[in-house]
T-cell receptor, first 112, second 113 residues
Framework: GEQVEQLPSILRVQEGSSASINCTYE??????FPWYKQEPGENPKLIID?????ERKQTQGLIVLLDKKAKRFSLHITDTQPGDSAMYFC???????????FGKGTVLLVSP | GPKVLQIPSHQIIDMGQMVTLNCDPV?????FYWYKQILGQQMEFLVN????????KSKLFKDQFSVERPDGSYFTLKIQPTALEDSAVYFC???????????FGPGTRLLVL
């Protein structure tokens, strides 16, 4: 199986600062690591993902880092805006059929 | 982006009744999933489905649960009979291939009384 730990559970930042969320996984065979943003009452939406053949990926103010040795991956949101306030979930997959195991989520609150 | 639809958005039923949750996946996707989310918690994998068969299921996918997609119509999750602990939001997801991005539907909020 797979377990994914996600920290912190709540993150408060000021608008314009950066926010970082960290996840660790157990299964060294995990090879796909997506990040989802979920707003209240909405479905989770993929914001960025990284595969095990990469160490870093960046898109539109988001950076993900993957350290396979430490079995750790992280999301960094640069220049946060109030619209970034939401629940963020990391996930890991090691199955060919892509069963996702999610972390418990981080509530990000960006204050103006 | 690609859209997954789910019907109904909300369902309230009495314990012991049967319920069917419907998912209309993205049209060219081949892999389908159900996840369960209890309020304030993470999504938890229930089952995945490919080529007419269940490929993997979790401990949460009890004997009372079943999935099917008859003739390319809705991908359904049936719970018979329902229990109080089945109250949750059920998300359907689909992906074009086994290692590809999963797109989630808006969820069905199920309340079992």
């Amino acid at each position: 199986g797979e377990q994914v730990e996600q920290l912190p559970s709540i993150l408060r930042v000021q608008e314009g600062s950066s926010a970082s969320i960290n996840c660790t996984y157990e299964n060294s065979a995990s090879n796909y690591f997506p990040w989802y943003k979920q707003e209240p009452g909405e479905n989770p939406k993929l914001i960025i993902d990284i595969r095990s053949n990469m160490e870093r990926k960046q898109t539109q103010g988001l950076i993900v880092l993957l350290d396979k040795k430490a079995k750790r991956f992280s999301l960094h949101i640069t220049d946060t805006q109030p619209g970034d306030s939401a629940m963020y979930f990391c996930a890991a997959s090691n199955s060919g059929y892509n069963k996702l195991t999610f972390g418990k989520g981080t509530v990000l609150l960006v204050s103006p | 982006g690609p859209k997954v639809l789910q019907i109904p958005s909300h369902q309230i039923i009495d314990m012991g009744q049967m319920v069917t949750l419907n998912c209309d996946p993205v049209s060219n996707h081949l892999y389908f999933y159900w996840y369960k989310q209890i309020l304030g918690q993470q999504m938890e994998f229930l089952v995945n489905f490919y080529n007419g068969k269940v490929m993997e299921k979790s401990k949460l996918f009890k004997d009372q649960f079943s999935v099917e997609r008859p003739d390319g119509s809705y991908f359904t999750l049936k719970i018979q009979p329902t229990a109080l602990e089945d109250s949750a939001v059920y998300f359907c997801a689909s992906s074009p291939g086994g290692g590809n991005t999963q797109y989630f539907g808006p969820g069905t909020r199920l309340l079992v009384l």
